[in-house]
């Protein structure tokens, strides 16, 4: 199994982030992507937006949206961050 957690992930960034796994997933076959973030309202508005990506796409891989970074990162096969100092 292949889960990627990324910490930071109420970024802006993310759907750009969503949008590159999706037209990679024959090369990397992603099957959980864990968006964690310290804002909850953030983490809700655009990772409800990266679910809705990804469900578009016939929902290849799992989206899921946490606070808890340990949870996040448990079992991950990669972890990256998305982090901007001062939340910007």
């Keep these: 199994m292949l889960k990627v957690a990324v910490i930071g992930g109420g970024s802006t960034y993310t759907p750009e982030l969503v949008n590159g796994f999706l037209a990679r997933l024959e090369q990397f076959p992603l ?19 990266a679910q809705r990506m990804v469900e578009a796409k016939g929902s290849p891989f799992a989206v899921i949206l946490t606070t ?17 100092v001062g939340q910007m």
């Excluded at 099957?31 to 990772?47: F, H, S, T, Y």
């Excluded at 448990?74 to 982090?83: C, D, E, F, H, S």
């Design 31 to 49: 099957n959980e992507l864990w968006l964690m973030d310290i804002d909850a309202e953030r983490l809700k508005i655009v990772g409800g937006f």
């Design 68 to 84: 808890d970074q340990r949870e996040a990162v448990k079992n991950a096969t990669y972890v990256t961050t998305q982090l901007r």
